[in-house]
């Protein structure tokens, strides 16, 4: 069976669990992105494949094979992690060259490899180069270079673009995706930056409170999120609480019937909120009566010249929506209007 397989993992330090009993399955050959806020357990977990932290519960199959065992330098990884800093007083070549070096292979296989590699990085010609002489981006080439240069079975990387400004993140982002895609090797990166991830995975883990919260493609995350915190943490979302009004899909925010088609299946009376993406939320000047349309009060309108977020206020919620400036409602701060809530874009989340 090939592909990486998170068995039932657990890890506390003392009393404290920072992972609970993760399950995971992956196939061969995807870039996955484990994604969520700060202290919920994402480096820990990428510690215990890496085998730096022993998990306390639990097992990791690589390829059907127990490695839960073996040391981190046994395991046939390639790692991009902030505690291990390119080496300053090495060559780029002799950087990445590194690890081929302690695992004996000559001179000529060495100097053939890192010439390889610093083409697939976008850096020839470099290998003479002292690492002091290159920018953040090109330093964090170099690092992947070097995690690539064993043929490893397993890519980590822990925030690998963190330390980079905003534009060169987005373009490193790319090129990272770009570079996996070619050479189709299992990767798994650690963000807290849903963008991020949503640009580079092919599958994302959400996880909180040591736990996971979804497994998915961006899309299906973005589209279908499984509960509120994971609406909330990609993306933006508006969330409307309400009760459940019949089998017909219908949940009843603040006396007022809204229509879903995700709704059906759950029974009357429960609590249940809606949760709709500000993209899918329209905005009609004036007061428009029909389905899933609710009163609203705009409070802000922000251009932004690529979109124009509308802020409302509806029964007392803060809602948000987006249009383009091509589609932009005309309608400003102050105006009373009618916002429409499309039911195939209402997300249902039980509550
Ligand atoms: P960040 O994005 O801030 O790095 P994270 O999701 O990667 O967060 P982890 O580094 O995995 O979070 O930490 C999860 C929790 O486990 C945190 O509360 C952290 O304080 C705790 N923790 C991690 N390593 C240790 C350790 N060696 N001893 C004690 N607690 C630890």
């Not at 932004?304 to 948000?320: D, F, K, T, W, Y």
Request: charged letters at 25%; proline letters at 5%.
């Amino acid at each position: 069976m090939s592909g990486l397989r998170i068995d039932h993992v657990g890890k506390s330090f003392g009393m404290f669990e920072a992972l609970k009993d993760i399950d995971l399955d992956f196939p061969d050959g995807k870039f996955i992105c484990l994604l969520g806020p700060s202290g919920c357990g994402k480096t820990t977990l990428l510690r215990v494949i890496a085998g730096l932290e022993t998990p306390t519960r639990g097992r990791i199959l690589l390829d059907g094979t127990d490695i839960s065992g073996l040391p981190a330098h046994r395991r046939n990884l390639g790692m991009v992690f902030q505690s291990l800093a390119l080496f300053p007083h090495l060559t780029v070549g002799e950087n990445i060259a590194y690890g081929l070096r302690i695992r004996g292979a000559d001179q000529a296989t060495r100097r053939r490899k890192t010439e390889e590699l610093l083409d697939l990085v976008r850096l020839p010609g470099t290998a003479d180069r002292q690492i002091s002489q290159l920018s953040g981006g090109q330093r964090q080439r170099v690092a992947i270079a070097r995690a690539l240069a064993i043929d490893p079975k397993l890519f980590l990387l822990d925030e690998p673009l963190s330390a980079l400004d905003a534009k060169l993140r987005e373009t490193m982002q790319v090129e990272l995706k770009l570079l996996q895609k070619r050479l189709g090797i299992s990767t798994i990166v650690v963000t807290h930056d849903q963008r991020e991830a949503l640009t580079m995975a092919d599958i994302v883990v959400v996880m909180n409170h040591a736990e996971v919260q979804q497994v998915g493609s961006p899309l299906d995350i973005y589209r279908n999120p499984v509960n509120a915190f994971v609406a909330d943490f990609i993306g933006s979302s508006n969330l409307l609480t309400g009760v459940v009004g019949g089998e017909d899909g219908v949940i009843i925010v603040d006396g007022l019937p809204v229509q879903t088609e995700a709704g059906r299946a759950l029974v009357r009376g429960t609590k249940a909120s809606i949760s709709i993406r500000p993209e899918e939320v329209l905005v009609h000047p004036g007061t428009e009566t029909g389905p899933n349309h609710l009163p609203a009060k705009v409070t802000f309108v922000r251009d932004l010249g690529a979109s124009v977020e509308i802020m409302l206020e509806c029964s007392g919620r803060e809602i948000l929506a987006v249009s383009s400036p091509r589609t932009r409602p005309a309608v400003d701060t102050g105006d009373a209007v009618t916002i429409e809530l499309p039911p195939a874009a209402c997300v249902v989340l039980a509550s």
